[in-house]
């Protein structure tokens, strides 16, 4: 009866330590000759970010500075006439 039960154990072991050994030589084997892959995740964004920013500044449309001043004046003397006109209604 124990003879059975010590050869079963002996079995598993063996077993194991087959399993065991495969594995380690395939680990070896794998780290030895490959490459490995790593990814780059901060150069990467900061390319796509370079990337989308060039895109904008093409896509914008460049303005003469004449134009952009009398609109700035128009602008700003029309926030001013409502800022006045809300003040006076609020008082």
């Given at each position: 009866m124990?003879?059975?039960i010590?050869?079963?154990?002996i079995k598993?072991?063996?077993?194991?330590?087959?399993?065991?050994?495969f594995?380690?030589?395939w680990?070896y084997l794998?780290?030895?000759?490959?490459?490995?892959?790593t990814?780059?995740?901060?150069?990467t964004q900061?390319?796509?970010?370079k990337?989308?920013?060039?895109?904008?500044?093409e896509?914008?449309?460049q303005k003469?500075?004449?134009n952009?001043?009398?609109?700035?004046e128009e602008i700003?003397?029309?926030?001013d006439n409502?800022?006045?006109?809300?003040?006076?209604n609020?008082l």
């Open positions: 124990y003879t059975i010590l050869g079963i154990c598993i072991f063996v077993c194991l330590l087959i399993i065991y050994l594995h380690s030589i680990t794998k780290d030895t000759y490959s490459t490995k892959k990814k780059d995740l901060v150069n900061i390319d796509k970010y990337k989308i920013i060039h895109e904008l500044q896509n914008i449309p003469s500075y004449q952009t001043s009398i609109l700035n700003l003397e029309s926030m409502d800022l006045t006109n809300f003040m006076q609020e």
